[in-house]
């Protein structure tokens, strides 16, 4: 994929800390590594999956490459159409420039719009700020735009309690696309949706992003769900990427022993062939006092002595041409 595809962000070591503050003075004594040391090409036209348990840091990277949240450390190259760019180093103009190329869709779609906003309200200020002056003209815009989600025109004069949770999120990805973005961040879009509503979402998305040539950074906890939409997947553990292959690969040929247990807690609607659980022993590691070495070796079968002590790097194990990046000692040594 990356001889033929065209990057659109390129992240180099990328760290997000929070600080922890106690006392009177709010001296700082420690910092969650909620991202911790990325790096990661998204390609033009592509659904990048991003998985992993919850509080490994995949709504932070998402946030992090929007500038939403600001990144301790690290590069986040942008291509504008030929002209490379830090997203870190652009001024306060340049990131609102940035931000009309670069939207997000929010997990809740329940308090992601303003109750005391009409659905016009709410989308028309991304109009007024990027310079559509005329209401009648944002009127239109909207109405077009909530058509491009299965909704009616009308719909944009009603208040969101009026709509049900698979509406609103539609609503919140027409906002999204309302300024005509290149990349959408999508952070657990259909999480709180019920399942049938949840395909219907997955299928619009789809659609919009090969009629308007939209890059999604698909953020979930669902492998059913990231299996169906992405292109690859990356799988994040304690802030770090373990795995990142293209979506066949991984199901096909999974490599490392995290993803592993992660697909064996897939739910299998056939009883006669039910797979082996991998079930993880012991509790996600706190992002403040990662483990040394290996950050899952706490809870890896496979662990041995080097794994307590050196960090493995994440190395294309790939073969016949196919990128298979994998951060695990154990399959290092197996594909030397």
């Known amino acids: 994929?990356?001889?033929?595809?065209?990057?659109?962000?390129?992240?180099?070591?990328?760290?997000?800390?929070?600080?922890?503050?106690?006392?009177?003075?709010?001296?700082?004594?420690g910092y969650v590594k909620a991202v911790d040391d990325i790096t990661l090409d998204i390609y033009k036209g592509e659904t990048l999956g991003l998985v992993g348990e919850s509080g490994c840091g995949k709504t932070t990277l998402g946030k992090s490459i929007l500038q939403l949240i600001r990144a301790t450390d690290g590069v986040f190259n942008y291509n504008f159409d030929g002209e490379v760019k830090d997203l870190r180093e652009l001024s306060r103009t340049e990131l609102d420039e940035a931000r009309q190329r670069i939207q997000i869709v929010f997990q809740d779609p329940h308090s992601s719009l303003n109750p005391s906003f009409t659905i016009f309200g709410s989308l028309e200020d991304p109009l007024k700020k990027f310079g559509v002056k005329t209401r009648a003209e944002r009127r239109e815009i909207i109405g077009n735009l909530l058509e491009s989600v299965n909704m009616p025109k009308h719909?944009?004069?009603?208040?969101?309690?009026?709509?049900s949770g698979g509406q609103r999120q539609r609503i919140g990805i027409a906002r999204a696309l309302s300024v005509n973005p290149e990349l959408i961040i999508c952070d657990e879009p259909v999480s709180a949706l019920d399942v049938s509503i949840q395909a219907q979402v997955l299928n619009l998305m789809m659609d919009l992003q090969k009629e308007r040539g939209l890059t999604y950074?698909?953020?979930?906890?669902?492998?059913?769900?990231?299996?169906?939409?992405?292109?690859?997947?990356?799988?994040?553990?304690?802030?770090?990427?373990?795995?990142?292959?293209?979506?066949e690969e991984l199901f096909k040929n999974t490599l490392?022993?995290?993803?592993?247990?992660?697909?064996?807690?897939?739910?299998?609607?056939?009883?006669?062939?039910?797979?082996?659980?991998?079930?993880?022993?012991?509790?996600?590691?706190?992002?403040?006092?990662?483990?040394?070495g290996c950050t899952f070796h706490p809870r890896c079968i496979?662990?041995?002595?080097?794994?307590?002590?050196?960090?493995?790097?994440?190395?294309?194990?790939?073969?016949?041409?196919?990128?298979?990046?994998?951060?695990?000692?154990?399959v290092e040594e197996k594909f030397k």
């Open 1 to 29: 994929m990356s001889e033929t595809k065209t990057k659109l962000v390129e992240i180099k070591g990328a760290k997000t800390y929070f600080p922890i503050k106690k006392g009177v003075f709010r001296k700082t004594v």
């Open 155 to 163: 719909y944009m004069d009603r208040y969101p309690h009026e709509f």
């Open 217 to 247: 950074v698909f953020i979930t906890h669902d492998l059913s769900v990231v299996e169906y939409i992405s292109d690859r997947i990356a799988v994040m553990y304690l802030g770090r990427i373990v795995e990142l292959t293209d979506t």
């Open 256 to 292: 490392h022993p995290y993803t592993q247990a992660l697909l064996s807690a897939i739910p299998v609607a056939d009883l006669d062939h039910k797979k082996e659980r991998i079930v993880l022993e012991g509790d996600v590691p706190s992002p403040v006092f990662p483990p040394p």
């Open 302 to 330: 496979h662990a041995t002595e080097k794994c307590k002590t050196d960090a493995p790097k994440l190395i294309n194990c790939g073969s016949d041409g196919m990128d298979h990046f994998v951060a695990c000692h154990m």
